[in-house]
Nanobody
Framework: QVQLVESGGGLVQAGGSLRLSCAAS????????MAWFRQAPGKEREKVAA????????YHADSVKGRFTISRDSAKNTVYLQMNSLKPEDTAVYYC??????????????????WGQGTQVTVSS
């Protein structure tokens, strides 16, 4: 089992920045990828960014390219999402997820077995 704890959400004005953190614990030696997803009210869950734990493969959704950056600290078993130039449409609950599948960085939500509790990000206009 892998436990994921997110932090860093909050309320920010449009154009502002936030950094989300997700700390993993438990059987992390089996973890091959971590990702951030988000879900806004009435919308489907969207994959925002992902990173492989070995090899450094990275994915960013087109909607956030150039504004969001995913990174990891392997020593701390932590993944980050730096969010800049935030827009009201970025408002959502952001979830951290972990996968034991080597190709999960480039795969949908179904490839991720472990999920955090979610953290709210609200961007005011």
């Amino acid at each position: 089992q892998v436990q994921l704890v997110e932090s860093g959400g909050g309320l920010v004005q449009a154009g502002g920045s936030l950094r989300l953190s997700c700390a993993a614990s438990g059987r992390t030696f089996n973890m091959y990828a971590m990702a951030w997803f988000r879900q806004a009210p009435g919308k489907e869950r969207e994959k925002v960014a992902a990173i492989s734990w070995f090899g450094g493969n990275i994915y960013h959704a087109d909607s956030v390219k150039g504004r969001f950056t995913i990174s990891r600290d392997s020593a701390k078993n932590t993944v980050y999402l730096q969010m800049n130039s935030l827009k009201p449409e970025d408002t959502a609950v952001y979830y951290c997820a972990a996968s034991m599948y080597t190709g999960a960085w480039n795969a949908p939500a179904s490839a991720y077995a472990y999920w955090g509790q979610g953290t709210q990000v609200t961007v005011s206009s």
